[in-house]
């Protein structure tokens, strides 16, 4: 009969123990790494498509570039759709629209150099991106979206990733009389003109940037700025492909 010394059982169970209180300790970490992993990858992407897509072309307001590297772009479109979100390029949303293109993103908002304690006012929620980035820089943005559905869950995600942007569900042809004026007015569908409401709702000393021109033709993003007197001078910019500006019919 052979008789186990005692010291391989306590050597044994030491091992065990050991083996065990590693497996607690780092299981939760590793665990936790790779969620860190995943976010982090994102961010990766993200200061590359602010890097090579955005400063690349010229788009240098310190501000609008720190704001597009913290606004998480994926977390705007369908969970299919996330791996693409920090492409140059839009993506589809529901109700047949888009998130438009990160470079035009870029490049509208610092037309319109979004600052702390400005009051901006966005006609086409969408997805509710651009609203973030603008509010993102300290601004107060109202933003008006047609269609129902995308009014509420840009709510949604905006108040959930803690934003504070109000958003209406209306047709933005008519602007938001009760917040005007406004030191800025973004417009992201196009128009075959300018909503004159929007131009009234516009502080002197404002500025608007909106895609003019047929959804079949060409499309040019118009700066309008209102001078201390009222009075309106507009440029014409870059050639663009928006989704129209759509009329509500009630
Ligand atoms: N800024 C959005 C993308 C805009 S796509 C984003 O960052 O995701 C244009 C949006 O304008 C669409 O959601 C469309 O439904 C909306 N829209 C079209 N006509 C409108 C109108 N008259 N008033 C308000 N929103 C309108």
Same mark, same amino acid.
């Given at each position: ?22 497996? $607690? ?19 990766? $992407? ?5 890097? +090579? ?78 609203? %973030? ?36 569900? %209306? +047709?933005?042809? +008519?602007?938001?009389?009760?917040? %005007?004026?406004? +030191? ?67």
């Amino acid at each position: 009969m052979t008789v186990r010394p005692p010291e391989v059982t306590v050597a044994y169970w030491k091992k065990v123990l050991i083996l065990t209180g590693a497996a $607690l300790v780092l299981g939760p970490a590793v665990a936790a790494g790779q969620q860190l992993t995943e976010e982090e990858r994102f961010r990766e $992407l993200r200061n590359a498509m602010v890097r +090579d897509q955005i400063e690349a072309k010229g788009v240098s307001d310190s501000e609008t570039l720190r704001a597009m590297r913290n606004v998480p772009r994926h977390l705007f479109v369908a969970e299919p759709r996330r791996a693409n979100a920090y492409e140059d390029r839009p993506l589809p949303i529901e109700e047949g629209q888009t998130i438009s293109q990160p470079y035009i993103v870029g490049y509208m908002t610092e037309i319109i150099g979004p600052r702390p304690g400005m009051k901006i006012l966005e006609i086409g929620t969408g997805s509710g991106y651009q609203a %973030a980035v603008l509010a993102e820089t300290g601004a107060q943005v109202f933003s008006i979206e047609i269609f129902a559905f995308l009014a509420a869950q840009a709510a949604n995600r905006l108040d959930g990733l803690g934003y504070r942007v109000q958003v209406r569900h %209306a +047709d933005g042809f +008519d602007g938001w009389p009760e917040e %005007a004026p406004f +030191d800025a007015i973004i417009v992201t569908a196009a128009a075959g003109f300018i909503p004159p409401p929007l131009l009234d709702q516009l502080k002197p000393g404002g500025r608007m940037i909106i895609p003019v021109g047929s959804i079949y033709g060409i499309q040019n993003l118009v700066r309008v700025d209102k001078r201390e007197d009222g009075s309106l001078q507009s440029e014409t910019l870059l050639p663009v492909r928006f989704v129209p500006l759509l009329r509500s019919t009630g």
